[in-house]
């Protein structure tokens, strides 16, 4: 191993021992704000040592109470997130596997679905409803995959339900990565037969990235279908990736 890559795993193992520690001494005592200011700080310090940088670009203002969907590219994505605008996340069950990583993000709140389970997914409908109801802001991937960048999976309309019920915005995010000219970066492609262990070394053996974030103008959900409101965000995703 390079001594560089050496270096950013050691930082990245003590940076995991002291999320898992604020998880067991900090979190079950923590409010909401408090809650989410750890978990933003935790994430911005992540995404330093893995060598990204969050950039905002222009765009709408971020609703403090709404439904995030957003393009999904890397494991990177939740961290981008939650370390601007911290999010309840739902998010497919295969993430929970992701060594260390996985327990904190099922810590920060994190719900999992797994594939196929239509009693569960009702019960996390349920939930996510609840804590739109109650003013959360609930974030979720609807392409249900990683998708190379640039690309745009269709949605599943199935979650959407939950803002339509609640009653609230539902606001896209656009989401990339780019190197020094302003290009989509290689190195957060996280497709195919690629482990996430294999993608992690990849992102802290390379350069510089670049976590281009763009807010989009909110949705309304209220008393529409939810086919119409995820094939608006998706469209607004795309053209804004384009």
């Not at 200011?37 to 940088?53: F, K, N, P, Y």
């Not at 370390?83 to 993430?95: D, G, M, N, Q, T």
Request: positive net charge; contains cysteine.
């Amino acid at each position: 191993m390079k001594p560089r890559l050496a270096y950013r795993v050691s930082r990245v193992i003590l940076h995991l021992i002291g999320g898992l520690a604020v998880c067991a001494l900090i979190f079950p005592w923590a409010g909401a704000g408090l809650r989410a200011r750890v978990t933003a700080r935790w994430s911005r310090d992540l995404l330093g040592i893995c060598g990204v940088q969050l950039d905002q670009a222009e765009g709408s203002a971020a609703l403090a109470h709404a439904m995030i969907v957003s393009n999904h590219v890397s494991w990177l994505d939740i961290f981008v997130i939650n370390a601007l605008y911290p999010c309840r996340f739902v998010a497919k069950s295969e993430i929970r596997a992701w060594p260390v990583l996985g327990w904190l993000v099922d810590k920060a709140g994190t719900v999992f679905i797994a594939r196929g389970n239509r009693r569960e997914l009702r019960n996390i409908f349920k939930g996510m409803v609840q804590a739109l109801q109650a003013g959360e802001r609930v974030a979720f991937f609807p392409e249900g995959t990683t998708a190379l960048q640039g690309q745009v999976l269709p949605f599943h309309a199935n979650l959407f339900e939950a803002a339509v019920d609640a009653g609230v915005a539902v606001q896209p995010y656009a989401l990339r990565y780019v190197d020094g000219a302003g290009a989509f970066h290689p190195n957060v492609e996280y497709v195919g037969e690629r482990t996430f262990v294999q993608s992690m070394m990849t992102v802290l053996g390379g350069g510089p990235i670049k976590a281009r974030l763009t807010c989009l103008a909110p949705i309304a959900a209220a008393n529409a279908h939810r086919r119409d409101v995820a094939k608006a965000a998706h469209d607004a995703i795309a053209a804004a990736l384009t």
